[in-house]
């Protein structure tokens, strides 16, 4: 292996140790609470070293969520939320959390970052959108938007206890389960309205 290539092998592998080493810490604290010292120290890493790759830990923290959200984008690619064969996307979601399990455990945990969770929330409201497009056209927007609110608010919650404390549910049934309790508590609601002459 050429020089550029072992200098890129050893940057991938100290960018890998400083990320794990981060995770650990915020499982323990909050990161205001982490110093750029304590971490060099827990993954034997120089601090020269570190600032040569990141300004502080908050940059570190935003580099690995920038990371996270390029590989969910690149393998969902836009698919509705729900189908009339089932849903794709939500299998894609809990697949690809599934593989990153222990980063959205503490990202969505006690120590965890807001502003990741306002990210998934971003995306989980661009495809109940595409949902009110198809089950809903025409739909009053500040009345779907309320519908929106459940629908992300609930599925955070269901990530997060998923996350935590349900390896016993596969991708299929996460998957599954999810579409029931979405379909379930907002259908009834637009079959009201459409009722009694309204949508939304």
């Not at 590989?71 to 064969?85: C, S, Y």
């Not at 996460?174 to 029931?180: D, V």
Request: hydrophobic share 40%.
């Amino acid at each position: 292996m050429n020089k550029a290539g072992t200098d890129n092998r050893s940057v991938r592998n100290t960018k890998r140790r400083l990320r794990e080493g981060l995770l650990q810490l915020l499982e323990e604290k909050p990161i205001n609470e982490i110093s750029v010292k304590e971490l060099a120290e827990r993954v034997d890493v120089n601090r020269g070293t570190f600032y040569f790759h990141y300004q502080d830990i908050y940059d570190l923290l935003r580099d690995m969520e920038a990371d996270f959200f390029r590989q969910f984008d690149a393998k969902l690619n836009g698919e509705p939320i729900l189908r009339a064969e089932g849903s794709p996307y939500l299998r894609a979601v809990f697949s690809f959390l599934d593989e990153n399990r222990d980063f959205c455990r503490i990202m969505l945990g006690a120590h965890g970052d807001m502003q990741f969770v306002d990210l998934v929330k971003e995306r989980v409201d661009v495809q109940c959108r595409f949902f009110w497009q198809i089950l809903a056209p025409g739909a009053d927007e500040r009345s779907s938007g309320m519908y929106n609110a459940f629908i992300i608010n609930g599925c955070i919650g269901l990530i997060q206890e998923w996350v935590n404390d349900r390896r016993d549910l596969s991708v299929e049934s996460i998957s599954a389960l999810t579409a029931t309790l979405i379909l379930a508590s907002v259908k009834p609601c637009l079959e009201e309205e459409q009722n009694n002459g309204k949508i939304l």
